[in-house]
């Protein structure tokens, strides 16, 4: 089975860091997907990581970890548009197409 | 752009009602997958395609079927719709090779409300 897992909420202030784990125990493991979801709206696609080490990419960074089983998400010089959901998302295998997701953590920027 | 396309963004149905969800992709990619979203559990696949009339199950396919005449249209149907099965509808498209893309990231498209009465 799948077993993802991240923080349901997390609160920021506007400018700061946050960082949002991701930890995971899956049947397989090919790569690891963040997606943002702002509400009302379609995810859409922030990094993706395949060997551990850190990608940065603009303001976010996303970091794995696989002996581990974990990875973070790095949101910085936190904006109000920021405030959204962020997925967690396992893909098991490269020639399984389905992806894992987690329940999803929702940050919210103040001002 | 990719775009992935879902025939409603809000839909109100009654108990028993048969009720269908179009999805259409226009980069054409080979997989093509419905999930339903709920609060505290995240994305949950029902069905999934990976060719035209092919499909498989997902995590919950139960009370959902699904239907790819086309590449780029996928059908999720609820046979006769009950009131748990109210909930936010994501369609997401892929590539099924990756040399025709850098991962399986998948594309989703703006979701359905669904509320059933």
């Known amino acids: 089975g799948q077993n993802i897992d991240q923080p349901t909420e997390m609160t920021a202030t506007e400018g700061a860091i946050v960082q949002i784990n991701c930890t995971y125990q899956?049947?397989?493991?090919?790569?690891l997907f963040w997606y943002q979801q702002h509400a009302g709206e379609a995810p859409t696609f922030l990094s993706y990581n395949v060997l551990d080490g850190l990608e940065e990419k603009g303001r976010f960074s996303s970091f794995l970890s696989r002996s581990k089983g974990y990875s973070y998400l790095l949101l910085k010089e936190l904006q109000m548009k920021d405030s959204a959901s962020y997925l967690c998302a396992v893909s098991p295998t490269s020639n399984d197409y389905k992806l894992s997701f987690g329940a999803g953590t929702t940050v919210t920027v103040r001002a | 752009d990719v775009k992935v396309t879902q025939s409603s963004r809000y839909l109100v149905k009654r108990t028993g009602e048969k009720v269908f969800l179009e999805c259409v992709q226009d980069?054409?990619?080979?997989?093509m997958f419905w999930y339903r979203q709920d609060p505290g559990l995240g994305l949950r696949l029902i069905y999934f395609?990976?060719?035209?009339?092919?499909?498989e199950k997902g995590d919950i396919p139960e009370g959902y079927s699904v239907s790819r005449e086309k590449k780029e249209r996928f059908s999720l149907i609820l046979e006769s719709a009950s009131t748990n099965q109210t909930s936010m509808y994501l369609c997401a498209s892929s590539f099924i090779l990756l040399d025709r893309g850098p991962n399986n990231e998948q594309f989703f498209g703006p979701g359905t409300r669904l509320t059933v009465l």
């Open positions: 980069m054409d990619h080979e997989n």
């Open positions: 899956t049947s397989g493991f090919n790569g």
């Open positions: 395609s990976y060719d035209v009339k092919m499909k």
